[in-house]
């Protein structure tokens, strides 16, 4: 791991995907470089800007500022905010949006937000015209360490989030670290879940570098920058590696089966962030691997007490409306985990834990297993 750098140096990352390989650029006000690093990208090109309403009302000038600043000339499209644009009626809006601005083969999508605009600009973009490239800006700290990186892209069918995408890798991801001012601590600290999940399924030394600093990470010091790239790089490493998903990226899904069980529970509401649901998916993780033997039970509660003391919520009791139908019920969380793409021929792939900062893939667990460690979970008072 390296130190944290001194405040105003961005930080490059390197995706190493041979011809696709692309830059990740951290740091404070680095949103000022986008059109000039554009520019040299991708000289002549036309860009088309994506982004939500509440992005746009603190970003979108400032981008466009920047893209015409270096000569680039950009059009703009405006989705509203939240999961429900990430959807065929808004795949529709956008695309067709791109067709009128005459975004052609050479040109660029930028997809200016947080998740939900990445994965629809992003996908939009793989699909115009057979594919034309994309640069993602970043603006929620989930999408700067997690969705923004790794090329997958998609929209929600109504029987599930993200059933229909594309791996599509941007040219250009510039994450602005100064952009995560305008965030609610809330939505700061959802993001923060998905960088603390790189420390525990690969990153012992980052997890207890994150005990210690994760202070200066919410202020907005230098640490900030330094969880992001060490974040970005522990990805980029991986999705080099296994790109498709056909092994070790699995790995970054850490918490996520639970989580996305949750977060469906909930109805994919404002009463549990993405986030939030991976972060309660970690504990249960980690706890599941102390019941199995893989790690000890005090390893589990480090897991849980780190989430817990940013004010995560790292138990199901945590969840606004917990004691309603769908999530104090076992089975019904297990109807809606075999919903998810984790789930084979009835067995369900878990990412459990051998150490903290040692996560696995486990294939092949036997669902039962799981339902009889959320009864007794819930029978505890969760
Ligand atoms: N968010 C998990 C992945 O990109 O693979």
Redesign the pocket.
């Given at each position: 791991m390296t130190e944290p750098l001194k405040p105003g140096d961005p930080i490059i990352v390197d995706v190493a995907l041979g011809e696709r390989a692309y830059d990740i650029v951290i740091g404070r006000d680095v949103l000022r470089s986008l059109g000039g690093r554009v520019a040299a990208l991708r000289p002549g090109a036309r860009t088309a800007v994506v982004t939500d309403r509440t992005v746009a009302k603190f970003w979108l000038e400032k981008t466009e500022a920047s893209l015409s600043a270096a000569g680039v000339a950009t059009s703009r499209i405006i989705v509203d905010e939240g999961e429900g644009s990430k959807t065929y009626a808004g795949l529709e809006q956008v695309s067709e949006a791109l067709i009128a601005a005459k975004i052609e083969r050479n040109d660029l999508v930028v997809a200016l937000g947080g998740g939900v605009v990445g994965d629809l600009a992003g996908f939009a973009a793989a699909i115009l015209r057979r594919g034309v490239d994309f640069v993602q800006v970043p603006t929620s700290l989930l999408a700067q360490v997690?969705?923004s990186v790794?090329g997958?892209t998609g929209i929600n069918s109504p029987r599930g989030k993200n059933l229909l995408g594309a791996f599509h890798q941007p040219v250009l991801v510039v994450a602005d670290s100064a952009v995560l001012d305008s965030l609610s601590p809330r939505q700061f600290r959802a993001g923060y879940a998905e960088i603390a999940k790189y420390g525990v399924l690969g990153d012992a030394a980052f997890f207890a570098w994150l005990q210690a600093n994760h202070a200066d990470i919410f202020t907005g010091g230098p640490a900030r920058e330094h969880a992001i790239a060490t974040s970005c790089r522990a990805?980029a490493a991986i999705?080099a590696r296994d790109e498709r998903?056909t092994g070790e990226?699995a790995l970054?899904?850490l918490g996520h089966t639970f989580g996305h069980a949750l977060e469906a529970a909930t109805g994919f509401s404002d009463r549990l962030f993405h986030g939030e649901g991976v972060a309660v998916g970690i504990v249960l993780a980690a706890e599941l691997s102390a019941e199995l033997g893989l790690i000890a039970p005090s390893d589990a509660a480090r897991v849980g007490h780190h989430l817990a003391a940013v004010g995560l919520p790292t138990r199901l009791r945590d969840i606004a409306g917990f004691a309603q139908e769908g999530l104090a019920d076992a089975d019904a969380l297990m109807a809606l985990m075999a919903q998810d793409k984790k789930v084979k021929r009835g067995r369900l792939t878990l990412i459990l834990l051998q150490a903290v900062g040692r996560a696995v893939i486990a294939p092949d667990v036997e669902p039962s297993l799981v339902r009889d460690f959320l009864k007794a979970k819930l029978a505890n008072g969760a």
């Open positions: 997690d969705s790794g997958k990805k999705v998903e990226r970054l899904n």
